[in-house]
Nanobody, 124 residues
Framework: QVRLVESGGGLVQAGGSLRLSCAAS????????MGWFRQAPGKEREFVAAISFDGGRTKDADLAKGRFTISRDNAKNLVYLQMNSLKPEDTAVYYCAATSYYSSAIYSGAYDYWGQGTQVTVSS
């Protein structure tokens, strides 16, 4: 079991950058494949990016390609989402999640553990 806590969200102008962090307040992140999802008001939760347990594989949604980078530091028990060139449409609550099924990492149903989310707001 793992307990996840996101941080790093905030208010940023369009074109700016943020780095989100996901920490384990209990458990070991290195035992899990990890993903980032986001949910904007009135919209369904959508996949952003995922990384395998050892950091050797990543996958990105089209919305993230060229702008967002997922990474992890298992020694520090942290997973990151570096977000550059932010747009107002990136405004959402961002969630990290843990799964044992990297092959299904684009699907929210594959994840067993979720954080509480961190708000990202991008102003125009």
């Amino acid at each position: 079991q793992v307990r996840l806590v996101e941080s790093g969200g905030g208010l940023v102008q369009a074109g700016g950058s943020l780095r989100l962090s996901c920490a384990a307040s209990a458990g070991t992140l290195g035992n899990y494949d990890m993903g980032w999802f986001r949910q904007a008001p009135g919209k369904e939760r959508e996949f952003v990016a995922a990384i395998s347990f050892d950091g050797g594989r990543t996958k990105d949604a089209d919305l993230a390609k060229g702008r967002f980078t997922i990474s992890r530091d298992n020694a520090k028990n942290l997973v990151y989402l570096q977000m550059n060139s932010l747009k107002p449409e990136d405004t959402a609550v961002y969630y990290c999640a843990a799964t044992s099924y990297y092959s299904s990492a684009i699907y929210s149903g594959a994840y067993d553990y979720w954080g509480q989310g961190t708000q990202v707001t991008v102003s125009s």
